[in-house]
Structures are given as structure tokens and as C-alpha cells.
């Protein structure tokens, strides 16, 4: 199965949404992505529109 979310590049200054999310697991609802991968960073709703995304390089599907 798909292990990891396909890469998605931003551009400064343009407004863009995130993917969506690909990954599925029964019986846990998806609540989102963060900049830290325990969850305790900046979250994003699935699909949000990002605005010069700079100070981090990886969002992250929290752990569960």
C-alpha cells in the first residue's frame, strides 16, 4: 500500500491547496496535517489553501 504521500511543491507569493489525503486506515478519521509529525506543530485541514508556506519543508500526517 501507499507508504508515503506524494510530493507536492508550493510557490512563494501563490496561494495553493494542499493534496489530498491519500492514505486510509479503518477505523481512525483523518483530522488534518501538521508541521510536526506528533502533532504539536501548525495544522492544516485536508485540501487547505496554503499562502507562502516558508518556515518548514515537510507537513506531516500526524501519528496516530
Given at each position: ?48 489553501e ?15
Amino acid at each position: 500500500g501507499l507508504t508515503q504521500n506524494p510530493v507536492q511543491e508550493f510557490r512563494y507569493d501563490k496561494a495553493q491547496k494542499l493534496n489530498t489525503n491519500p492514505f486510509v486506515v479503518y477505523g481512525y478519521e483523518f483530522n488534518g496535517w501538521n508541521t510536526m509529525p506528533q502533532g504539536n506543530g501548525t495544522h492544516y485541514d485536508n485540501e487547505a489553501e496554503i499562502f507562502n508556506l516558508s518556515s518548514f519543508k515537510s507537513i506531516f500526517l500526524p501519528t496516530i
